[in-house]
Structure formats: C-alpha cells, structure tokens
C-alpha cells in the first residue's frame, strides 16, 4: 500500500507537467517590414521547432553567427534575397548575426530565443526589409554605397525630328570626351578622370573605366569622398566622408574584358577641405567591394583655356 502511495506521488507532478504543456497555445507569429537602415540593428524573435526568414531587398552574399552552436542559418543561390534562422538550442539563448549584400551593405541582427521554458511563444516568421524612399548613403570604411535609384545607365529615346545643341562644357559631351593623356589608377579595374566643369557650388565630373582583368565585370554605381589624415599625440588615423552625389550617368556598367565606359558624376562640392584632405572619386565592382579605386579630384575645376 506504501509503495502505491509512493507511485502515486510520483506520477502526479509529471501528469501535471504534461497537461500545462500540452495547455500552451500556438506559437504568436509575426510577419514585420522594416526600412533598411545601415545604423540600426534589428531583434529577431525565434523559437525551438520554427523557422524564421529574413527577405532583403537585395541579393546575400554572406551570413555570419555568432554563436552558430545556438543558431543555425541557411542561405540558397535559388533564393538569393532570402535567409532563414533557426533555434537549435532548448534553452534561452541569444547572440548576433551579419548578413552583408552584394553591394556591400551590411544588416545587423541580434537573434533571441527563449528556450522551451519560455511561455511567450512569440515568434518572428518573417523578417522583410524594403529600400527607404530617400536615397541613402551609407559609410562603411572606405566603401559608400547609392542606392541604384540614382542610376541614368538607359539612355532616353532620341527623335530624330528634335534637335538638341550640345553644350560644348558639359562633361561627357564630345568635345569634353577628347580628353589627352589620361592618367589611369588602378590595375584589373582602371580608372581616369576626365574634363571636370564647375558651376557655383556643383561640380560635373567626367570619368573613364577600363576593365583590364580577363573576366565580365560589374560595376557598382560611383561614389565621392573627402578622405585625409589625423594625428593626435599618439596616432594617425584616416578618416573620409562620403560627399551626397546628385545624379551620376554610366554608358554601361557591365563590362567585358578590355572594354571601356565613359561616365558623369555631379554633386555638391564642400564649402572647404584641410590640407591633408582630398577629393576622390571611388569605383569598385560588385564582387570587391572592399577594393575600390580612388582617384583624386581637383577641389577647384581648372578655369576653361587651362589644361589639367
């Protein structure tokens, strides 16, 4: 009779810890759309057993964990703008997450879980990013990202019947292309600056690429900075600052090996710069980002007669 006893109170405690589970609901999920914002960092709820993915507007072309024994995360070539997360520990546990996109943007995550034990079973199913309406330029090191919203890389439709007169200043026009002696930075990726016409404070960049690698390369849209350096006491820094680009024009920006494309830039000059400081023009390719050809601007746009 004592052992029955014993039993019974043995069984009691696990039937009523089965029930209570067998009690919790649903888990609570929620689909969230957010602006893409480089300086933000975004919490993803997760839970043991769900599945939550995050849509960029962009496609992926890495995903770092921290704790990649808690986490788990899948990206697929068939779904490139795509990324799941999954808990995979019982436990409550937390870390971060990286995803960085083929134009050099970076999206921070911090992933939360709540472990079985945890009753709020609430869960982000889906995770979608859309590009802010303004245009957003991101600094990063040395790498400043446009949104391709800026691009003019079609050209408009010509009528033959309309003619237009040709500005015989304007960067990119065909006086201003017959530029001599170009003098090309960089190896695989060249690039050369070329008639520079400034009117108030805006200044109309020409610029030449030349792709001299022996592959199809992509280029990402141009970008400007005020890059110099600091020393303080105890070291030398290198800061730059992106400079807001007004609109940029590209004859293309997909080249093949040993082809060549003209382009315009236009954008506000600063007011002033120190010494050390200089303009510079920055062109990389999708896939390397992180090594950009700087090519320096002249602050002042040589007066018209004078050669640069």
């Known amino acids: 009779m004592k052992i029955c006893r014993n039993l019974l109170h043995l069984i009691t405690p696990l039937a009523l810890l089965t029930l209570a589970a067998g009690q919790l609901g649903p888990a609570q999920g929620r689909i969230v759309s957010l602006g893409l914002d480089p300086q933000a960092v975004t919490t993803l709820h997760l839970w043991p057993g769900y599945v939550s993915s995050v849509r960029l507007p ?28 999954k808990a995979t520990n019982p436990t409550a546990s937390e870390t971060n997450a990286l995803i960085t996109t083929r134009t050099g943007r970076a999206v921070s995550l911090t992933l939360v879980s709540g472990g079985d ?28 990202v446009i949104d391709d919203t800026k691009s003019f890389d079609r050209p408009a439709p010509s009528d033959s019947n309309v003619s237009r007169k040709h500005d015989p200043n304007e960067p990119g026009s065909q006086k201003a292309e017959r530029v001599p002696a170009l003098r090309w930075q960089g190896k695989q990726l060249r690039v050369a600056i070329g008639r520079i016409v400034e009117q108030d404070s805006e200044m109309k960049v020409a610029f030449s690429v030349l792709n001299s690698s022996s ?10 900075q005020l890059a110099g350096n600091t020393q303080d006491r105890h070291r030398r820094t290198i800061k730059a600052e992106p400079v807001a680009i007004n609109t940029y024009r590209m004859a293309s920006r997909r080249l093949a090996p040993g082809e060549k494309t003209d382009g315009v830039v236009s954008f506000e000059r600063p007011a002033f710069k120190e010494s050390r400081e200089r303009l510079l023009l920055q062109v990389a390719q999708v896939e390397e980002v992180d090594r950009p050809v700087l090519t320096t601007i002249a602050f002042v746009a040589p007066a018209k007669g004078v050669a640069k």
């Open 117 to 144: 034990s945890d009753n709020g079973r609430s869960v982000d199913y889906v995770v979608r990013y859309d590009h802010p309406h303004s245009f957003l330029i991101e600094a990063a090191h040395s790498s400043f």
């Open 215 to 224: 592959k199809t390369i992509e280029l990402l849209p141009p970008q400007i």
């Open 58 to 85: 962009e496609s992926v072309s890495s995903v770092v964990l921290g704790d990649p024994g808690s986490f788990k995360a899948e990206h697929s070539e068939a779904e490139p703008q795509l990324v799941f997360f």
